[in-house]
């Protein structure tokens, strides 16, 4: 062998055995990072937790709808919800949940938005979840494809978490104000705005995010500005810009043309199926919205078309099917246009066991 020949393989061993530590290091820095820095605050990784720790029989699954009513959780009750839940997720949530446990009462979520373009999977796109805690959070699909953003922000920014969207304060502000301002003038609030994209907001479900939180700001800001001792009028810049976000929510959220023909309408049925026949007293629930939400959705068929499908679901599994789309108007049960803050949480949790389950269900 000849000097030159052995020098060859030598550096090459040598410079493989750099790439090699450069990966092995890269990988083992990653998986630090996603333990520290994103497990503490990200959806899944904190529902992943409770679907393995928790034993508790009667749950709520959803997503952020669900999540945000905290009153769920209680001794004899658990709350399973998390943002950016797809009915593809939900359903595998509850099969791993209940895979030897067997279930009691059971809240399922069964809002419109679930089967907006945005929440339906692309047929054969979606990869399953795992939820061990021992597994590599790099080798996980959940993590992998955002590892860059999650390296991105850490290092530009040095943390991971979100402030909360300052759309949640443009909308209790002015909505508060609007609804001052008809109660002053004894007349409806303005009606809406053409449709428009606000540029400022994004769909439920954008990762990476931070579970959704209620905003105290925007509830005291809501409180205040309803307020009746105010007569300050809504500014058009501002009433705009709320017109154009209101807009953007509710076309965001409205279900597909064809949702009845999706694969997510036979999983869903699939699911309530599987929970009566494991035993389980089901319920589906409809969450609320605020009225400026509502008002708009209403006059779009696919809402009703939808809550129609619900209702057929539950009459085929003799369930019930509890709608609190319109329970409250107003907007301190609110912490933004369609997800309940601590005080309406605290309300609508007693109030959904009880219309589910009866007062004896209803902790």
Same mark, same amino acid.
């Given at each position: 062998?000849?000097?030159?020949?052995?020098?060859? &393989?030598?550096?090459?061993?040598?410079?493989?055995?750099?790439?090699?530590?450069?990966?092995?290091?890269?990988?083992?820095?990653?998986?630090?990072?996603?333990?520290?820095?994103?497990?503490?605050?990200?959806?899944?990784?904190?529902?992943?937790?409770? /679907?393995?720790?928790?034993?508790?029989?009667?749950?709520?699954?959803?997503?952020?709808?669900?999540?945000?009513?905290?009153d769920y959780n209680a001794?004899?009750?658990?709350?399973?919800?998390?943002?950016?839940t797809t009915i593809r997720?939900?359903?595998?949530?509850?099969?791993?949940?209940?895979?030897?446990?067997?279930? @009691?009462?059971?809240?399922?979520?069964?809002?419109?938005?679930?089967?907006?373009?945005?929440?339906?999977?692309?047929?054969?796109?979606?990869?399953?979840?795992?939820?061990?805690?021992?597994?590599?959070?790099? /080798?996980?699909?959940?993590?992998? @494809?955002?590892?860059?953003?999650?390296?991105?922000? /850490?290092?530009?920014?040095?943390?991971?978490?979100?402030?909360?969207?300052?759309?949640?304060?443009?909308?209790?502000?002015?909505?508060?104000?609007?609804?001052?301002?008809?109660?002053?003038?004894?007349?409806?609030?303005?009606?809406?705005?053409?449709?428009?994209?606000?540029?400022?907001?994004?769909?439920?479900?954008?990762?990476?995010?931070?579970?959704?939180?209620?905003?105290?700001?925007?509830? &005291?800001?809501?409180?205040?500005?309803?307020?009746?001792?105010? #007569?300050?009028?809504?500014?058009?810049?501002?009433?705009?810009?709320?017109?154009?976000?209101?807009?953007?929510?509710?076309?965001?959220?409205?279900?597909?043309?064809?949702?009845?023909?999706?694969?997510?309408?036979?999983?869903?049925?699939?699911?309530?199926?599987?929970?009566?026949? #494991?035993?389980?007293?089901?319920?589906?629930?409809?969450?609320?919205?605020?009225?400026?939400?509502?008002?708009?959705?209403?006059?779009?068929? @696919?809402?009703?078309?939808?809550?129609?499908?619900?209702?057929?679901?539950?009459?085929?599994?003799?369930?019930?099917?509890?709608?609190?789309?319109?329970?409250?108007?107003?907007?301190?049960?609110?912490?933004?246009?369609?997800?309940?803050?601590?005080?309406?949480?605290?309300?609508?949790?007693?109030?959904? #066991?009880? &219309?589910?389950?009866?007062?004896?269900?209803? @902790?």
């Amino acid at each position: 062998m000849s000097s030159s020949t052995f020098s060859s &393989k030598h550096w090459l061993f040598l410079f493989l055995s750099i790439v090699a530590a450069v990966v092995v290091t890269f990988a083992v820095a990653s998986e630090w990072m996603l333990r520290v820095y994103v497990a503490p605050h990200d959806n899944f990784e904190q529902i992943a937790s409770r /679907l393995v720790s928790s034993s508790q029989p009667n749950a709520a699954f959803g997503d952020s709808h669900v999540y945000s009513v905290r009153d769920y959780n209680a001794g004899d009750f658990i709350n399973l919800g998390t943002g950016a839940t797809t009915i593809r997720k939900m359903n595998d949530r509850v099969r791993f949940y209940y895979r030897s446990l067997k279930p @009691g009462q059971v809240i399922i979520q069964a809002d419109p938005h679930s089967f907006a373009e945005y929440r339906l999977e692309a047929q054969g796109s979606y990869v399953p979840e795992t939820y061990s805690n021992i597994r590599l959070r790099i /080798l996980d699909p959940t993590h992998r @494809g955002f590892m860059s953003q999650y390296w991105l922000r /850490l290092l530009t920014t040095g943390k991971l978490t979100e402030q909360p969207p300052s759309y949640d304060q443009l909308w209790a502000h002015v909505g508060g104000m609007l609804i001052n301002q008809a109660k002053t003038d004894d007349a409806p609030a303005p009606a809406p705005a053409a449709a428009a994209t606000s540029p400022g907001a994004s769909p439920a479900g954008a990762r990476p995010a931070a579970p959704t939180q209620a905003a105290d700001g925007a509830t &005291k800001a809501a409180a205040t500005a309803a307020d009746p001792a105010s #007569r300050q009028k809504v500014d058009q810049e501002s009433l705009a810009a709320f017109n154009a976000l209101m807009e953007f929510e509710v076309t965001t959220h409205t279900p597909a043309a064809n949702f009845r023909e999706r694969d997510e309408a036979r999983i869903y049925r699939d699911l309530i199926a599987f929970l009566v026949s #494991r035993g389980a007293k089901v319920c589906l629930v409809n969450y609320p919205v605020d009225r400026f939400y509502r008002e708009r959705a209403d006059r779009i068929p @696919g809402f009703a078309e939808t809550r129609k499908f619900y209702q057929e679901v539950a009459r085929a599994n003799g369930i019930p099917y509890v709608s609190f789309w319109d329970r409250f108007d107003d907007l301190s049960m609110f912490q933004n246009t369609d997800h309940v803050n601590e005080k309406g949480s605290a309300i609508l949790a007693g109030e959904a #066991r009880e &219309k589910c389950f009866g007062k004896a269900g209803s @902790g």
